[in-house]
């Protein structure tokens, strides 16, 4: 039996790379408007978001129908606030509706009743969506807001690791050795003269302690924007040590 989302007309214009934002990001947007629907989508509506995540949030707007190419919003949008306070089956409703329209012209003859992960994946990459991260985040951005939708599909689009829709041509990384680390709070290096006399220290940067046995604890500079890449260098580095 076809789903809805098959029963949908033929694409216009050129392709347009789906949403790769999360799913909720664009649900917390449609919450915000409870209020009233701005006439555009512009900084001033968007300002809680990163400036990387605006435009990425307007594209996906724009993919959905919910502004037009000048960033006003569509009768579309209207509706789905609506809907979104109107309650659950309304809102399923809706999105139902919305991914139909937007996701028929990717899926074409694609039945989700059986399909897998895999022929998903095809689908998309059929439509100019390349493998890697960008693919693997419009994939899950589609299957957020399909479960939202309340259709059926079938379990085999779930049975999918983290990295199933990425490249993965070339060797695979050795994964770092994992170290067990218990969090300890940061203090600036101004509260403690006695850590920033022995350590060196750049400006700006915290003195983070790890009791490293009962005896001792050990003194780390870090960056207080560390991230998560730069955490696995260190523990990696820290790993060649060991016996």
């Known amino acids: 039996m076809r789903t809805p989302l ?23 947007l449609i ?65 139902r509706d919305l991914i139909s329209v937007a996701y028929g012209p990717i899926l074409g003859d694609l039945n989700l009743a059986t399909a897998t992960a895999g022929q998903l994946s095809d689908a998309f990459k059929a439509n100019g969506v390349e493998a890697g991260e960008v693919r693997e985040k419009t994939l899950r951005f589609f299957l ?28 695979r990384k050795p994964k770092p050795t994992r170290v067990d680390v218990v969090p300890v709070p940061l203090r600036p290096v101004v509260q403690n003269p006695t850590v920033a006399n022995t350590v060196p220290v750049p400006e ?24 998560k890449e730069e955490v696995a260098r260190i523990t990696n580095w820290l790993s060649s040590y060991g016996n």
């Open 6 to 28: 098959q029963n949908t007309p033929e694409e216009q214009g050129p392709r347009r790379t789906p949403p790769y934002v999360p799913w909720t990001t664009i649900v917390g």
């Open 31 to 95: 919450d915000k408007m409870k209020p009233g629907v701005p006439g555009k989508v512009d900084q001033t509506v968007l300002r809680h978001l990163p400036n990387g995540v605006q435009r990425q949030v307007r594209t996906a707007l724009r993919f959905l129908g919910l502004i037009n190419g000048d960033d006003a919003t569509t009768p579309l949008l209207t509706h789905l606030v609506e809907a979104r306070q109107a309650g659950p089956a309304q809102w399923q409703a809706a999105v």
């Open 144 to 171: 957020a807001a399909l479960k939202d939708s309340g259709l059926s599909y079938s379990p085999y689009l779930d049975q999918r690791g983290t990295k199933t829709f990425a490249s993965r041509s070339g060797p």
């Open 204 to 227: 700006g940067f915290l003195v983070a302690p790890f009791p490293l046995r009962p005896d001792v604890v050990l003194k780390f500079p870090i960056p207080p924007d560390l991230t």
